[in-house]
């Protein structure tokens, strides 16, 4: 609990509904969807305009007490979890579409909107938004922006950071500031957007977006390939790379994976297929049919078992949205799972597959392998029992190497779900000491008291590089 | 403190409760054999622990409940439930006057169930959650609980009793009684939800089914199938034309139908009550009945009752001398509106009025735990001269949820009023629903937020009146 005094000031802010530090509140905002890792706050706040979220800073700094942004909760990197304590600023109030602009194709908005009632209203208007991140019916916009999340569409569209044109957003001194805007060009000075957008909430609190909209394609045509080798599946998608072909969807789903897919959704998929790729591609109809047609040539010519083509926009959609549902139904299985996030360059996407295979079978683990296969995205998701301390002692062992094989293999330790508490002692093995110096006096520059989501990107310690014995 | 640089330390240090805090904040104390901690020790021991463990937080099952979409509040979700359930049996939290409201708060609707992809029996979490609290709890509104002992004790497990109170009731309805009553202001006496309530309730019945129309009924040509008809209490007593019409319905689409008369309540609104052990024995009497009717399929017409029924196989999963039997029951279960749309021949519905326009309310418990949202507009969609509008959101509890809107009036006030907009856009003439409990709370929508064109009818008796009446009105002209 913070001092009376201080909750006082907090209360005359937003009001006693709308600052709570009752055990319930705080027992809620003491997790996000990160498996194992649980802390509480001293209290939990609901802005409703920037002024106040401004206000709160203020007073937050003058206390030296640390201030958590939160959006759903539903990162995967211990983003949200108050790890020193502090106060959990919860965005949800500050959902508005402020304005679409027709002309300039952008849209301002404020970040606790959910991501999905915003792409569907910019679809009701006939343009598109691109990032679709699996979670996009219940993270935010501002959650998005914080992660630079990214979606089934990022092979071809780009990720979050790609749509963010300009933010408006509060420091740890109260103090607002105004970066980008309508603009599609501005290079007046340091990227400030650029680097808020994947900030993880430790340089300030977002508090408004101005985002840019596309025309959305005119035609689709979804498509899965299925494979009896996974080797074979995993070299088609650095083929149709190779190829020049960039499908806007392009995902990786192995055995496992399909199987608990096919559970939760019903698809009727094979179960006897060691992996499957589906695949989107979308533009003119005349463009869309020959690169469609090329890529099954590239999947038959690499041993796929079997193409199809969606007869219909709903068998498509419903394709999609099993995909989507992949990591959670794999929590089907065991009872914790713990997904990770390792990429590497798209044609080591075979190369990677197999030592994610290998990794698991020396560590004794089940690792089930999806993701954005073309972005060399992968998700490689080990479904074990928190209760069992041993067992869990052997995943981490695991994807501590995963990591190290993505790194060694000119890839990087997370794609998309940002480092947070998760992946911090292992960002070093990213960025190097020196890349690791020049962060950590950027967000001197931001937050020189540490307030901003403490303990998340920079760890402690750093964990040493693992020397892999191959074979 | 929590060692940032070990996830894995985190985790397993997070599950006790001291280790965790950061900034000093105690979980909220109690004294040794305190009513909390021994509340505290009963969930430890009822909660299931791996269906919390197996809660991965990703949060696909907010956008699904309602609760949440009322209030914004992760505590009032169903993740936040069940962290919070989970919080109190890793001792990091008392369950507090708070906890035991927020467990009330959930209208167990069941919205989050088809949600959640790591298919967490949220059901079965709450319900454990509400034995363990109704078993100690001094927090209800002071009239909620010596109500419950009524009803649940001593009137829901005697159908005699749910008939002298049907008798009572008519009497009261017919004999001017209720005029009076309402013209003398008595009414005013009871919180204004109730006396709400009362204005729409149907007239009772003294009699039910099998006192109506006894309890045997062949199938009308070949028959396809023996069923058991589960008649429900409330339906009995409140819409025994419409369990009479349900057979009916059965008999006419070739269907022989028995009524056992030694069945009992269903036992649902015990266990979302947390009055379990109750609901066991109601289930028991109910496995004996239509064991010994020797049925393909028990059919009931009330999504509420026909899950429970549906789920016996988990409430008695302890019990060995019952396990076999429940299961049994649970597996021939079915909704009136599958068992006509899969195995049953049917006439082809048709409107003798003007074009209509119908829409439909799910049953939360027929649509989440029964999975049966297809079969009742397959049947619509068949009636000639009838246009099926979907509603927005029709799958969203409209606040009924057994006693819900009786215990938790705000809540449900306010999500009936947000469903009646959502119908008033459908601007149908009927409004049909699968499920006395929403039959009523959407009766009570129309009369206050409707535009009085709308009327709200069992999907039963919609059909009925364009099924039956027709089939043997086309039988008359042909012969
Ligand atoms: C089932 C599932 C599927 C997922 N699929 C994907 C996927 O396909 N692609 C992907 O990239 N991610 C995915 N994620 C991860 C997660 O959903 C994303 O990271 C998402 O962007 C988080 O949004 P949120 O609103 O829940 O943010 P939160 O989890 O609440 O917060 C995330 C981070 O943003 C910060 N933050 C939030 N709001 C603000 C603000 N206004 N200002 C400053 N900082 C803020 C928080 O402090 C935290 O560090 C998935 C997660 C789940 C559970
Ligand atoms: S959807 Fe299921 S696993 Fe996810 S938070 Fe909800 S209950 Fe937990
Ligand atoms: S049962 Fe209904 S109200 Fe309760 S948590 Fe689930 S969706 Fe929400």
């Not at chain 1, 139904?329 to 030592?355: G, Y």
């Not at chain 2, 709370?441 to 069992?458: P, T």
Request: net charge neutral; hydrophobic share 40%.
């Amino acid at each position: 609990m913070l001092q009376e005094t201080i909750r006082q000031q907090l209360i005359a802010i937003v009001g006693s509904d709308f600052y709570k530090d009752d055990p319930q509140s705080l027992v809620t905002h003491s997790y996000d969807g990160t498996p194992m890792l649980q802390a509480l706050p001293d209290g939990v706040i609901y802005p409703a305009s920037t002024e106040q979220v401004s206000a709160i800073m203020k007073v937050l700094n003058t206390h030296r007490i640390p201030v958590i942004g939160r959006g759903s909760g539903t990162n995967l990197c211990g983003g949200t979890v108050p790890v020193e304590g502090g106060v959990v600023m919860v965005m949800h109030r500050m959902n508005r579409i402020l304005e679409v602009d027709l002309e300039n194709l952008v849209a301002i908005v404020q970040p606790g909107l959910i991501t999905k009632s915003f792409i569907a209203h910019v679809e009701s208007l006939g343009l598109f938004y691109p990032p679709d991140p699996s979670s996009m019916a219940i993270s935010t916009i501002g959650g998005n922006i914080a992660e630079c999340s990214g979606g089934l569409r990022g092979l071809k569209y780009g990720t979050t950071k790609d749509y963010v044109l300009g933010l408006e957003a509060v420091l740890a001194s109260g103090e607002i500031i105004r970066t980008g805007g309508k603009l599609m060009k501005d290079v007046a000075g340091y990227d400030l957007t650029k680097l808020l957008v994947g900030s993880e909430g430790t340089l300030a609190i977002i508090t408004e977006a101005t985002l840019k909209l596309v025309p959305p394609p005119k035609y689709k045509k979804t498509m899965l390939a299925m494979y009896k080798d996974l080797y074979g599946a995993a070299r088609t998608v650095s083929k149709i790379i190779e190829n020049r072909i960039i499908p806007s969807t392009l995902e990786f789903l192995d055995n496992a994976t399909v199987r608990v897919v096919d559970d939760f959704a019903k698809l009727g998929l094979p179960l006897d297929m060691e992996a499957i790729l589906l695949i989107e591609q979308d533009g003119e109809t005349e463009m869309v049919e020959r690169d469609i047609a090329r890529i099954e040539e590239i999947c038959r010519s690499e041993q796929a078992h079997s193409v199809s083509v969606a007869e219909s926009p709903e068998e498509a959609l419903k394709l999609l949205t099993a995909r989507r549902s992949a990591f959670t139904a794999l929590a089907r299985l065991r009872p914790t799972t713990i997904l990770e996030d390792a990429t590497v360059p798209r044609s080591k996407i075979a190369e990677m597959v197999l030592e994610i295979n290998r990794i698991a079978h020396k560590h004794q683990v089940t690792i089930c392998t999806f993701g954005h296969a073309g972005d060399g995205n992968l998700h490689p998701t080990a479904t074990t029992d928190a209760r069992d301390k041993e067992e869990i002692h052997r995943v981490e062992a695991a994807f501590e190497e995963i990591f190290e094989a993505a790194i060694r293999l000119g890839g990087t330790i997370t794609g998309e779900h940002g480092v947070g508490l998760v992946k911090s002692p292992y960002l070093e093995w990213k960025v190097g000491s020196a890349g690791i110096e020049v962060m950590k006096a950027v967000k001197q520059a931001f937050d020189p008291h540490h307030l901003l989501n403490p303990g998340k990107i920079f760890a402690k310690q750093s964990r040493k590089r693992v020397v892999l014995q191959h074979g | 403190m929590v060692k940032t640089e070990d996830r894995l330390t985190v985790g397993i240090t997070s599950a006790t409760a001291a280790n965790v805090n950061t900034h000093g904040t105690e979980p909220a104390c109690s004294s040794p054999r305190s009513p909390q901690l021994q509340l505290a020790g009963k969930l430890k021991l009822r909660l299931d622990e791996d269906q919390l463990t197996n809660c991965m937080r990703c949060g696909f099952c907010l956008p699904a409940c309602p609760t949440f979409r009322e209030t914004g509040i992760e505590a009032e979700s169903p993740r936040g439930r069940i962290a919070l359930m989970k919080a109190v049996t890793d001792g990091l939290m008392m369950p507090d006057q708070s906890f035991e409201e927020q467990m009330s708060h959930c209208l167990g609707c069941r919205a989050c169930e088809p949600a959640c992809p790591a298919d967490v029996k949220y059901g079965q979490l709450i319900e454990q959650t509400r034995e363990a609290i109704e078993e100690h709890t001094e927090s209800h509104r002071w009239w909620v609980k010596p109500l419950r002992q009524v009803v649940f004790k001593q009137l829901f497990p005697h159908q005699k009793r749910v008939r002298l109170l049907g008798g009572a009731m008519q009497l009261y309805q017919q004999s001017g009684l209720r005029k009076l009553a309402r013209s003398a202001g008595v009414m005013k006496l009871l919180p204004a939800h109730l006396s709400e309530m009362e204005q729409v309730l149907p007239n009772a019945s003294s009699k039910g089914i099998v006192q109506k129309i006894g309890s045997h009924h062949p199938a009308k040509g070949m028959k396809i199938a023996t069923v058991g008809m589960f008649r429900g209490c409330l339906m009995d007593m409140l819409f025994t034309e419409t369990n009479i019409k349900t057979v009916e319905l059965l008999t006419e689409a070739g269907f022989e139908v028995v009524i056992p008369d030694t069945q009992a309540c269903c036992g649902a609104l015990h266990a979302h009550s947390g009055e379990t052990e109750d609901a066991r024995s109601l289930a028991r009497k109910n496995i004996a009945a239509f064991q010994a009717a020797g049925v393909d399929y028990i059919v009931s017409n009330a999504g509420g009752c026909g899950a429970i029924l549906s789920e016996y196989d988990h409430l008695l999963h302890e019990d060995e001398q019952w396990r076999e039997g429940a299961v049994w029951l649970a597996k021939r279960v079915v909704d009136i509106s599958d068992l006509l749309i899969r195995s049953g021949k049917l006439a082809t519905a048709q409107t003798k009025e003007q074009p209509i326009r119908i829409t439909y309310q799910d049953s939360c418990h027929l649509r989440n735990v029964m999975r049966s949202a297809d079969a009742p507009r397959k049947l619509l969609r068949e009636v000639s001269g009838a246009e099926f509008v979907e509603m927005f959101e029709a799958d969203r509890c409209c606040g009924s949820a057994g006693t819900y809107n009786i215990v938790q009036p705000e809540m449900a006030g306010g999500l009936l009023e947000r469903k009646m907009e959502h119908a008033n856009a459908t601007k149908a003439h009927y409004l049909l629903t699968s499920n006395p409990g929403c039959l009523l709370q959407m009766k009570l929508g129309a009369a206050k937020h409707g535009d009085g064109q709308m009327q709200v009818q069992h999907i039963v008796d919609f059909l009925h009146e364009r099924l039956v009446h027709n089939s043997s009105e086309k039988a008359k002209e042909q012969a």
